[in-house]
């Protein structure tokens, strides 16, 4: 069974990209191991120093790990702040970090109507640089996120279909650890 880390972009309650990672994770049910970055735990990243207990668990996750998953927002046409700090964190050291070779899917979210797609385009650069493999699929980009979720559960059963089928394809692409 794969191992999957999981990046949420988000640290708000009511997060739509939160919400659709977590109805995707039930839905990949017993396909593979799954595990969350605690991203909110983080310190900002300063190369002055390692980062602490927090970012240790988050390497040691990301070494663990068959392959990654990302569900981000779109703040200001990129990536949210708080998930560029945990890209940082885990990237080190440069060239050589967990993410070098580290098979990664993106998906991306926003309450307008481009759906994140800057921010994934802006993502998937990041990961280039790193050397992390992008598993090649159609972009999962979901628009008017907020309108697609009743009571702060993802329930567009369209959209969850489409992307189950990219992730499912992900895992199974997966070298096993």
């Given amino acids: 069974m794969p191992r999957l880390l999981c990046f949420p972009g988000s640290l708000r309650a009511a997060s739509s990209s939160t919400a659709l990672l977590k109805a995707l994770v ?4 017993t396909e593979a191991e799954v595990e969350l970055a605690d991203i909110a735990a983080l310190p900002h990243y300063n190369a002055d120093h390692d980062g602490g207990a927090a970012v ?3 390497v ?33 050291p440069a060239y050589q970090s967990g993410f ?9 979210v926003s309450g307008g109507a481009m759906g994140g797609v800057r ?3 802006h993502l998937k650069y990041i990961l280039n640089g790193m050397l992390a493999e992008v598993f090649a699929w159609q972009e999962i980009i979901v628009t008017t996120a907020p309108k697609r979720m009743t009571d ?3 329930t567009d059963t369209e959209v969850l279909d489409f992307a189950i089928t990219g992730v499912t394809a992900f895992l199974q692409s997966l070298p096993r650890a």
């Fill in 152 to 154: 702060g559960v993802f």
């Fill in 60 to 92: 040691a996750q990301l070494a663990a790990a068959d392959g990654v998953l990302f569900v981000t927002p779109e703040y200001n046409y990129s990536v949210p702040g708080v998930l560029k700090n945990a890209i940082d964190w885990a990237s080190r």
């Fill in 119 to 121: 921010a994934q385009g």
């Fill in 26 to 29: 039930a839905r990949i049910g």
């Fill in 56 to 58: 240790a668990r988050l």
């Fill in 100 to 108: 070098r070779g580290k098979r990664c899917f993106c998906i991306s």
